[in-house]
């Protein structure tokens, strides 16, 4: 297991479904009132936000090129999700200093969508104080660990799903939950 000594000069990229907000079985959350936090979310990264230089969220959100639903419907949810977050803030940064989204299908193999790692570039490229060998993804999905490895950063499979043994080299640490990735970040 790679060492994980974590200090103010880091950045984290979270993944949205499956990690910030319930993930929906074959759908995809199209209105706030579809949105649910997962537990513990919200205080946990309102805490995670105290020793992070940077968090970014990095979401692939192809129900908008499938004409699910639209970009205003997507920036809707996240303003909703900001403005709670927001509640729990214990210092003066934003919790969340950016969203970045990819809406392209998957079959576009798009630069943006995870595991391409064009998010990452974005992200750098408007905060330039970035260095992706201080930065560390968390995500629900083996693409999300694929592209945290192919942007050169450590990563966190969250949840409980399975894991391939093929896939295993592209996951550094496991946190099942909230309370697992506070444990493993702030311990
Ligand atoms: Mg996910």
Same mark, same amino acid.
């Given at each position: 297991?790679?060492?994980?000594?974590?200090?103010?000069?880091?950045?984290?990229?979270?993944?949205?479904?499956?990690?910030?907000?319930?993930?929906?079985v074959?759908?995809?959350?199209?209105?706030?009132?579809?949105?649910?936090?997962?537990?513990?979310?919200?205080?946990?990264?309102a805490?995670?936000?105290?020793?992070?230089?940077?968090?970014?969220?990095?979401?692939?959100?192809?129900?908008?090129?499938?004409?699910?639903?639209?970009?205003?419907d997507?920036?809707?949810?996240?303003?909703?999700?900001?403005?709670?977050?927001a509640?729990?803030?214990?210092?003066?940064?934003?919790?969340?200093?950016?969203?970045?989204?990819?809406?392209?299908?998957?079959?576009? *193999?798009?630069?943006?969508?995870?595991?391409?790692? =064009?998010?990452? #570039?974005?992200? !750098?490229?408007?905060?330039?104080? $970035? @260095? &992706?060998?201080?930065?560390?993804?968390?995500?629900?999905?083996?693409?999300?660990?694929e592209?945290?490895? *192919?942007?050169?950063?450590?990563?966190?499979?969250? =949840?409980?799903? #399975?894991?391939? !043994?093929?896939?295993?080299?592209? $996951? @550094? &640490?496991?946190?099942?939950?909230?309370?697992?990735?506070?444990?493993?970040?702030?311990?």
């Amino acid at each position: 297991m790679p060492n994980l000594s974590i200090d103010p000069s880091w950045t984290l990229f979270l993944d949205r479904d499956g990690v910030i907000n319930v993930r929906l079985v074959e759908d995809y959350v199209k209105t706030w009132e579809e949105f649910e936090f997962m537990p513990d979310a919200q205080a946990s990264i309102a805490q995670l936000r105290t020793i992070f230089k940077y968090i970014f969220v990095v979401t692939n959100q192809q129900g908008i090129g499938k004409g699910l639903m639209s970009e205003a419907d997507l920036a809707n949810i996240h303003q909703n999700m900001l403005a709670k977050l927001a509640e729990h803030n214990p210092t003066l940064l934003p919790i969340i200093d950016k969203i970045y989204y990819c809406p392209s299908l998957k079959s576009s *193999n798009d630069i943006c969508r995870k595991p391409n790692i =064009g998010m990452a #570039l974005k992200a !750098q490229k408007e905060f330039p104080e $970035v @260095d &992706f060998q201080k930065s560390l993804i968390i995500g629900d999905s083996i693409s999300d660990m694929e592209f945290g490895k *192919n942007a050169g950063m450590l990563t966190v499979f969250f =949840g409980e799903s #399975l894991v391939l !043994q093929e896939d295993e080299e592209k $996951v @550094d &640490f496991r946190s099942r939950n909230w309370e697992e990735v506070i444990k493993l970040l702030l311990s």
